[in-house]
């Protein structure tokens, strides 16, 4: 397959629009896997999703014109699953398993259309929500976050001439090419693509996912895109995300249904999937308390997603929960994934090796790494951490704790409530830069 002259794309654009987002596909597999127990467990919940742009220092809507965001947002309300898409997901084997889809889950999400949104702006940033019901306002969770990412690196980009473009994309290759090359050292290791939310574009990610499968070969096991899994024949990887837990508690009516929501997202979500689905993500209201209060069971499943907390610290944790269980952390599987830089994943490759299986979920820093690559001096190539988060379920506030409070999310008051039921411990406040 011809390669996509990058540069030359970006500089010759003169049409009217140009889509970030093409195709409902173009979005994380979990949020498809989550959508189905949504939509089959709890199609009356309204849930309302929120931008939250962390990196306070960049003013969004000073450097992205709010109309062309608005034809972009407009644009993706018009698409729908073709037959091609259908058919596959239908038809494909995700993780081993055939038909993790219901049939009667593909025909309603066959008529699936993006519901409206909110836009205006305040303070130099945007002020972008989408409210209605849960199981058609989570799927806008990763196409706002990917064309706002995009339409500032478009914007970044509109001065720069045709030969300052190749020099950009060039540098870019060369440095991401150069991580690959350190990657493949390892023995072993497995990496998948996670970097759809923040990536520079879709033309780059796309890029980066190609120079992925063949630079590391079988040490790449797949992407969380699944539009880019369909089209380069790889696994669609992902499984549920803080989304889920941040609703269950919001609905909680008393401090002790507060304290088991995330262990209720748990026993429905295995009543839903099996097998390597079984991935417990323990932070969304710090990993300490979700340990010390984890029933047994928990114990069995495959492994955890460990990903606001420092990668090693956090990984040592659950090992001796597994070992206080009676469980072989040789026979379990931690899944790395919060913002990931080459030497982070050598680093904890090394220290975890022989202990447990484990993979990386290689997101912003894959997909969104253009600093000191371009010809004249600009930050706004930079990646930022831009997250969309629920904000409300059923009119009640949600919130996200973190293990790492720079992360956290939510009404203030609600935060201070959640804090006294879960505890503080374990939460260390990081810089967060993606």
């Known amino acids: 397959m011809a390669k996509t002259d990058i540069a030359r794309r970006v500089y010759n654009h ?70 091609k898409e259908m058919i596959w997901l239908g038809g494909n084997t995700f993780y081993g398993r055939k038909q993790i889809f219901e049939p009667e889950f593909l025909a309603w999400l066959e008529n699936f259309r993006l519901p409206e949104y909110e836009l205006s702006r305040r303070d130099g940033q ?97 992407t969380s895109n699944v539009l880019l899994a369909m089209d380069n024949d790889l696994e669609a990887l992902g499984t549920n995300a803080h989304e889920l837990p941040m609703v269950f508690a919001a609905l909680a009516n008393s401090e002790e249904e507060l304290r088991q929501s995330p262990y209720k997202v748990l026993q429905d979500w295995q009543r839903y999937y099996g097998g390597n689905l079984l991935i417990v993500l323990p932070d969304t209201f710090g990993t300490a308390a979700f340990l010390r209060d984890a029933p047994d069971w928990i114990a069995d499943w495959t492994g955890f997603r460990p990903d606001s907390a420092p990668p090693i610290e956090g990984g040592e ?39 447990v299986r484990m993979s990386f979920g290689w997101g912003t820093n894959l997909t969104n790494d253009f600093e000191g690559c371009a010809p004249t001096e600009t930050k706004s190539l930079d990646a930022i951490s831009l997250v969309c988060k629920v904000s409300e379920a059923n009119g009640r506030p949600a919130v996200k704790l973190s293990d790492n409070p720079a992360k956290a999310t939510g009404d203030e008051k609600e935060i201070k409530r959640y804090l006294r039921i879960f505890g503080e411990k374990g939460r260390v406040e990081q810089l967060v830069k993606v």
């Open 14 to 83: 003169t049409w009217k629009l140009d889509p970030i987002v093409r195709s409902l596909l173009d979005t994380d597999f979990y949020k498809l896997l989550m959508l189905q127990m949504i939509w089959g467990m709890y199609p009356k919940v309204d849930a309302t999703f929120s931008l939250i742009n962390r990196t306070t220092s960049v003013r969004l809507a000073d450097e992205i014109d709010e109309g062309e965001l608005r034809e972009q947002l407009d644009h993706a309300r018009t698409l729908r699953f073709s037959k």
């Open 126 to 222: 945007f002020e972008l929500s989408f409210a209605g019901p849960w199981m058609y306002t989570t799927l806008w969770e990763i196409p706002a976050l990917a064309i706002i990412n995009e339409l500032r690196s478009r914007a970044a980009m509109r001065s720069f001439g045709p030969f300052a473009l190749d020099v950009l994309y060039a540098r870019a290759k060369a440095k991401m090419w150069a991580k690959t090359e350190r990657l493949k050292a390892l023995p072993g290791i497995r990496i998948s693509d996670f970097g759809t939310r923040r990536r520079h574009s879709f033309l780059w990610q796309r890029w980066c996912v190609e120079a992925l499968k063949e630079g590391i070969g079988d040490a790449f096991t797949g």
């Open 317 to 355: 944790k659950i090992l001796s929960w597994w070992r206080e269980k009676g469980r072989h952390p040789k026979q379990k599987l931690l899944i790395f994934s919060d913002g990931l830089e080459v030497e982070t994943i050598e680093e904890t490759y090394k220290h975890f090796r022989g202990k």
